[in-house]
């Protein structure tokens, strides 16, 4: 399992670099194009808008599995041994509900919004949300992964 996230990882933060450039890219033309044209493309601010949103749950899970995501640790510094253990496993299931309703509910959203379309790009709006249950099954698996670790870890080297 190690390895298909190992895996995974590459590809999203591949993913990531890639949205992060074309919205730099499309972003700098749009501000080229409307002072030296006095012209800005319909579609660039809408796809540089969708790219951000993009970006935004494809580097959610990278931040999950390096532990970035900022935390209130006023409690969990003051814990040790079996009560922080506890701690982290009641904070991973938690989680485990949380990206559970998000995949769900991204992919209901992701349904209804099939048959919309975006006003300047033209395409289903479905193609923007699909990235919503993505993110976080990925934050999922990861979580999952974490859980299974602290399982492993002797009370007393949980950190």
Same mark, same amino acid.
């Given at each position: 399992?190690?390895?298909?996230? %190992?895996?995974?990882?590459?590809? $999203? /933060?591949?993913?990531?670099? +890639?949205? #992060?450039? $074309?919205?730099?890219?499309?972003?700098? @033309?749009? *501000?080229?194009?409307? !002072?030296?044209? %006095? =012209?800005?493309? &319909?579609?660039?601010?809408?796809?540089?808008? =969708?790219?951000?949103?993009?970006?935004?749950?494809? &580097? $959610?899970?990278?931040?999950?599995? &390096?532990?970035?995501?900022?935390?209130?640790?006023?409690?969990? %510094?003051?814990?040790?041994?079996? /009560?922080? /253990?506890?701690?982290?496993?009641?904070?991973? *299931?938690?989680?485990?509900?949380?990206?559970?309703?998000?995949?769900? !509910?991204?992919?209901?959203?992701?349904?209804? @919004?099939?048959?919309?379309? &975006?006003? @300047?790009?033209?395409?289903?709006?479905?193609? *923007? =949300?699909? +990235? #919503?249950?993505?993110?976080?099954? +990925?934050? $999922?698996? !990861?979580?999952?992964?974490?859980? #299974? /670790?602290? #399982?492993?870890?002797? @009370?007393?080297?949980?950190?």
């Amino acid at each position: 399992m190690s390895r298909l996230l %190992n895996l995974i990882d590459t590809l $999203l /933060k591949r993913l990531t670099i +890639v949205c #992060i450039a $074309l919205m730099l890219v499309i972003v700098f @033309a749009q *501000v080229i194009t409307r !002072y030296c044209f %006095n =012209y800005t493309p &319909s579609f660039g601010e809408e796809l540089s808008r =969708y790219l951000f949103v993009w970006t935004v749950f494809l &580097s $959610l899970p990278l931040l999950a599995r &390096s532990g970035g995501h900022m935390a209130i640790e006023t409690l969990t %510094n003051r814990l040790h041994g079996a /009560k922080l /253990k506890t701690c982290r496993l009641l904070a991973d *299931v938690f989680s485990f509900c949380f990206l559970g309703i998000m995949v769900w !509910y991204g992919c209901k959203m992701m349904l209804l @919004a099939r048959f919309q379309t &975006s006003p @300047a790009m033209l395409i289903p709006m479905s193609y *923007v =949300y699909c +990235v #919503i249950p993505f993110g976080c099954f +990925v934050m $999922l698996l !990861y979580t999952i992964e974490n859980f #299974i /670790k602290v #399982i492993r870890t002797p @009370a007393d080297e949980v950190k």
